[in-house]
């Protein structure tokens, strides 16, 4: 069973359009809820982190926010360079490994 | 900003051959990982790096591959006979210690 699943799998979007990415995950004792910004061969680039349910993070037009079960990662008036795959990953303790989702692949269209 | 590097950018092998990726962690990190992820699929652990020895493995971590830190600023993974299965993205990530890790760019693995 996936401890950490992420929907939609790709997201078309409008430039100007907001939406909300959504990342669930089932591990007890959460250490960490992390985001980041993965371009086309490239290497994932950090975004944000959240530590507990409340937490909300802010950069530029994204926010994310973080409850007892999922993390949702606004986007707000969305731009073309906005456009990559989201991962979102969670850490069990300390040091620990993350484990990520799937992503979502999102697409600006100006 | 200081940021981990990855070298080669790509390394075309062949099946059973070795391959050494090297990676250089940013400076003052203390934690070291490595990652795969093979094309279209999500990013998996390999391996992590902790005070000269390895704190925690996954399954795909076989007795294929090790890991190293010949001295203070290179972090290694080596790949001793190669399969086809092996090609993949590879990811160095680096962290100071129970924060955000930050990635490399990778290393593109294709084994021929």
């Known amino acids: 069973e996936d401890q950490v699943t992420q929907s939609p799998e790709a997201l078309r979007l409008q430039e100007g359009e907001s939406s909300s990415l959504n990342c669930s995950y089932t591990?007890?004792?959460?250490?960490?809820l992390f985001w980041y910004r993965q371009d086309p061969g490239k290497g994932p680039e950090f975004l944000f982190t959240?530590?507990?349910a409340g937490e909300e993070k802010e950069k530029e037009r994204l926010k994310a926010t973080l409850t007892k079960k999922e993390s949702f990662l606004h986007i707000t008036a969305p731009k073309p360079e906005d456009s990559a795959t989201y991962l979102c990953?969670?850490?069990?303790?300390?040091?620990?490994?993350?484990?990520f989702g799937k992503g979502t692949r999102l697409s600006v269209i100006a | 900003e200081p940021e981990v590097t990855q070298t080669p950018s790509h390394q075309v092998t062949q099946m059973g051959q070795e391959v050494i990726l090297r990676c250089v962690p940013i400076?003052?990190?203390?934690?070291f990982y490595w990652y795969r992820q093979i094309l279209g699929q999500k990013v998996e652990f390999l391996v992590s790096f902790y005070n000269n020895e390895i704190s925690e493995k996954s399954e795909i971590f076989d007795d294929q591959f090790s890991v190293e830190r010949p001295d203070g600023s290179n972090f290694t993974l080596k790949i001793r006979s190669t399969k086809l299965e092996d090609s993949a993205m590879y990811f160095c990530?680096?962290?100071?210690?129970?924060?955000?890790?930050?990635f490399g760019p990778g290393t593109r693995l294709t084994v021929t």
């Open positions: 990953a969670s850490r069990d303790s300390g040091n620990t490994p993350l484990v």
């Open positions: 400076s003052n990190h203390l934690y």
């Open positions: 591990v007890s004792g959460l250490r960490g």
């Open positions: 959240l530590y507990s």
């Open positions: 990530a680096s962290t100071i210690s129970a924060h955000e890790q930050y």
